[in-house]
């Protein structure tokens, strides 16, 4: 494990990832429906709104009919309205997964994370994936069956919105990061599905040491098949932004070249939250608006970004307008968590890496 410094700054990244992550939860969320908002249509609100370049929450949709096709959930995700962060799917698995990890230690098993959701998670609060795997542990089967049983979800994004905490538990080892994270995602996905969730927490990890985001993105490559999909179509974002392609039309080629996949397949956010990333340059705020206006799964893709650019920055430089709205509070759907401190959730995380380095 590479060291990350003092005590009081890897308190500060891991504080940094949990605010990021929620915060770029809470800027997607409004907008979550790639088949509606479209990255053309997301900017035009934005123009409409006088909001471009993106630089805080989404604002309050202008006169018209905008305000019908947002998520149900905008009146608490925008700027001026936001009272603590609203319950979301991609923040209660960083939650579980926390729990996972206080309950049972880094040497969990698969089967411990399912049963940890019949516990603590509500049925109607898992979608796609996690949703069929969830019915198929309830009719008693067991991993790998339960993400393979009648799931055509075994490729989308589920597993690598849950892959955080393991990110954050193992800083500056994305091999061990990777490894946790494979054994969370094989209760629900398979293929790409499962090497996104090993992406993701890997890429979270290799933030707490690495120079630049470009270094995190390359040790991140190193975990996932170099055959794989994913981890083509992750190369691909690099190497159009190393042309210096504009950002839009890194992203304009890239999704002619994952067409038909869907707006929740992980392949095709994983491009968006690559280029999100690299051409956000570290810049918090401009990695956030990058990401979420790509479109697609907009809050899930938001909440990822904002977690490696909070590890990255640090809670302390996270700008105020993302955090002041937050209130320190977290609203969420896992028994037992709702209403909790984002400050003790990243003090839990915090005793966990340190147990571990």
Request: hydrophobic share 40%; aromatic share 8%.
């Amino acid at each position: 494990m590479t060291p990350v410094g003092t005590e009081p700054e890897l308190a500060d990244r891991v504080l940094g990832g949990w605010l990021g992550r929620i915060a770029g939860n809470m800027l997607g969320k409004p907008v979550e429906q790639g088949d509606l908002w479209t990255r053309d249509r997301i900017d035009d609100y934005l123009r409409q709104a006088c909001a471009l370049p993106l630089t805080d929450y989404f604002p309050e949709p202008p006169p018209g009919g905008a305000a019908l096709e947002l998520r149900p959930e905008w009146r608490q995700c925008v700027r001026g309205r936001i009272h603590g962060s609203c319950r979301d799917d991609d923040v209660d698995y960083a939650i579980l997964g926390l729990d996972l990890l206080e309950t049972h230690g880094f040497g969990f098993s698969t089967e411990q994370v399912g049963d940890l959701w019949l516990l603590r998670l509500p049925y109607l609060q898992t979608f796609t994936a996690e949703r069929a795997a969830y019915r198929n542990l309830a009719s008693g089967l067991k991993p790998p069956l339960t993400a393979t049983y009648d799931n055509p979800y075994q490729e989308w994004i589920g597993a690598l919105i849950r892959a955080d905490i393991y990110g954050w538990t193992r800083p500056g080892a994305p091999r061990r990061a990777a490894a946790l994270a494979r054994r969370d995602a094989v209760l629900s996905h398979t293929g790409n599905g499962v090497y996104g969730a090993m992406w993701a927490a890997a890429l979270i990890s290799a933030a707490f040491t690495a120079p630049t985001v470009r270094h995190a993105l390359d040790e991140a490559l190193a975990v996932v098949p170099a055959s794989s999909r994913l981890a083509r179509t992750v190369r691909r974002v690099i190497s159009l932004h190393e042309t210096r392609m504009t950002w839009e039309d890194t992203l304009t080629t890239v999704a002619e070249e994952t067409a038909g996949l869907g707006w929740i397949h992980t392949i095709p956010n994983a491009a968006v939250l690559t280029a999100g990333l690299l051409y956000g340059d570290g810049d918090f705020t401009r990695t956030l608006a990058l990401t979420v206006r790509g479109g697609l799964d907009t809050d899930s893709n938001g909440a990822t970004a904002g977690s490696v650019a909070g590890v990255l920055t640090g809670a302390e430089e996270i700008p105020v307008q993302w955090k002041e709205p937050l209130q320190d509070t977290v609203r969420s759907a896992v028994f037992g968590f709702d209403g909790v401190r984002i400050s003790e959730l990243a003090e839990r995380t915090l005793r966990l890496a340190q147990a571990e380095a």
